[in-house]
């Protein structure tokens, strides 16, 4: 008989710490299918955040390292200088990727680093227990938001994927959503083309995927899936937020004009600052 | 043939780690150690190597955390504000068991402060200033030829121990050109085997499916095994301790002073040596060349014989603290500038010389003074 369902290989036997009804599971389960059918277990190394998924290094049998909050994509750029024939990821939620390392993400991502972000947008911070993100609804009650995230003194939610795609360097951004089978079924291909555009060495790839967080958000599992549609989608519109083949010039420096080399030794400014105290 | 040229400190040390093997370079510029980063920008690109401007100070570390854990010689550069931003990471590097290079080109502070040469990053080096329970190897060059030898040394003694190597400079030893000899500056590594990461096992190289995952962290959230962690890379300081404590004794055996000084004032301090033999005050130099660990024993056996020891630091007094612990029978003086203020032979040679007189007028030792 055919077989038609297996568990990833990637994916290990170790059970979740996750929280009954949270989509990490979900999601790493696609993440971990995309690696399989993209043959690059063995060659694919994962950055796992702080926040609710730093243990995910326990859940996969691909090499790991485990970065500083925020801190993920700067920590993917040195290991993927050094192997830029490997596959590097990031897997980050929203206060990792879009508060502490907005500068780290912004960056990797107008370099055109060849890397791919998992990106997990739950509005809130989970791991520390429900205070508010930087993609907390207006409204929205979190432990740090008693009475509702409010404009005056909170400011607004930031769209990343709106953000990023307004930068040269991203190859390909898009918007998900798991919250139904039609949508689990667009994350995956959106993650098999982030994925393949890394192989083909085009750039920056981005996957934002909207996630739940029944625990921190005070609702069971369904009613927070259905929470997300009716509010969450509206502030985070789901689609393609960039897609575009970018044009890396390289110049051949190994024979580089000694003249430009020379130009660029006598254009420093420490001398300046230098005198400036004297 | 020896292979001597002139060059700045920065750019001393910026040669030796590409001679060294390090072909991976995350920078932030930050006066006064920028032509670090642009040496390295001409470089590296032409041997195959990366250079790479980050977006800060922090992201710089963190490129660095990576590329070690992917196995390679991988360096940083700053100057004391940025070393500031980057404790966070050199606590994660630290406590992931990885070895890599920082340089410190040390400038005055606190806070912006100016961009002339100071030794007031001694605490924030040598004591860990990031979180945690861990140690940097330090090594503290006086001159452009140490600049590169310990640039080079650093990396081998972090590949040694799996460790952070940081070497401590200063805005005059980055800026100021001196004939330097580059024939010993390649010991310990095999050019062949730069892109060839066998020798780190640990790596994450990609598994190949042909091994069990290879993980960097520092992360362990059980009691138990955070602390026999932390017990074991004790014990691997405990070896560094027992290896590689390294300093310089100058000067006549029974001196009446001893200074103590690293670096730029370890140089100061040659020429008040100099300088006091004239007022027939005889005084020798005890320089610590790693500054951790420090050399505690070599220190004890150098102020044996002297009537009085003086500290020499551009700072308020840093260094003077592990000199304290472990001379506790002497009189122990102070002299030293900061701000980016030079200490002058002339000033140190007063307090040696104030330091003899007031021991041979009264025998006290609780002169406290040094600082006009």
Known sequence: MEKVFSKPHVLTDTPTHYCPGCTHGVIHRIVAKVIDDLGIEGDTIGISPVGCAVFMYNYFHCDFQQAAHGRAPAVATGVKRVHPDKIVFTYQGDGDLAAIGTAETVHAATRGENITIVYINNSIYGMTGGQMAPTTLMGQVTQTTPYGREASTQGFPIGIAEMLSTLEGPSYIKRCAVDSIKHIKDTEESLRVAFQRQIDKKGFSLVEILSTCPTNWGMPPLEAMEWERENVFKVFPLGLYKDKEINFYHKDVANADEKAIKASENSGTDCDSIKEED | ?372
Not at chain 2, 114 to 120: E, L, R, V, Y
Not at chain 2, 208 to 214: A, E, I, T, V, Y
Not at chain 2, 275 to 284: D, N, P, S
Not at chain 2, 323 to 340: C, W
Request: net charge negative.
């Open chain 2, 1 to 372: 043939m020896s292979d001597k040229v002139l060059m700045k400190g920065n750019e001393a040390a910026a040669e030796a780690a590409i001679r060294a093997g390090c072909r991976y370079f995350f920078g932030y510029p930050i006066t006064p150690q920028t032509e670090v980063s642009a040496y390295m920008a001409k470089k590296m690109p032409k041997i195959d190597g990366v250079f790479l401007q980050a977006e800060s100070e922090v992201a710089a570390i963190n490129m660095v955390f990576g590329a070690a854990g992917a196995g390679a010689r991988a360096m940083t550069s700053t100057s004391s504000p940025g070393f500031s931003l980057k404790q966070e990471g050199v606590s994660y590097i630290a406590g992931a068991d990885l070895p890599c290079v920082i340089l410190d080109v040390v400038r005055a502070g606190p806070g912006l402060g100016g961009i002339q040469a100071a030794q007031s990053d001694y605490f924030q080096v040598t004591k860990g200033g990031g979180h945690g329970d861990y140690r940097l190897i330090v090594l503290a060059p006086s001159t452009v030829q140490e600049m590169a030898t310990f640039t080079a040394l650093a990396f081998d003694l972090a590949d040694k121990y799996r460790n952070p190597a940081l070497v401590l400079s200063d805005g005059i030893l980055g800026q100021m050109m001196e004939p330097i000899d580059f024939d010993d500056v390649e010991a310990g590594f095999d050019p062949s085997k730069i892109r060839d990461f066998s020798d780190k096992p640990w790596a994450t190289t990609g598994t190949n499916c042909k091994r069990g995952q290879n993980l960097i962290k520092s992360i362990n959230t059980n009691p138990v095994e955070l602390e026999q962690e932390n017990i074991e890379r004790y014990a691997k300081y405990a070896e560094v301790e027992k290896n590689e404590k390294r300093c310089e004794t100058i000067g006549v055996e029974n001196a009446d002073v001893l200074f103590v000084a690293y670096g730029t004032s370890a140089r100061i301090c040659k020429n008040t040596i100099e300088l006091l033999k004239k007022e027939r005050v005889t005084a020798k130099l005890f320089r610590p060349i790693t500054l951790w660990p420090f050399p505690d024993d070599a220190l004890k056996l150098a102020a044996k014989n002297v009537k009085a020891v003086v500290v020499v630091e551009m700072s308020h007094g840093q260094m003077i603290e592990d000199v304290r612990l472990n001379i506790q029978d002497k009189p122990i003086y102070f002299s030293g500038r900061s701000g980016g203020m030079i200490p002058l032979p002339a000033d140190i040679a007063k307090v040696a010389i104030d330091a003899v007189s007031v021991i041979k007028n009264d025998g006290s030792n609780t002169y406290e003074g040094g600082r006009e």
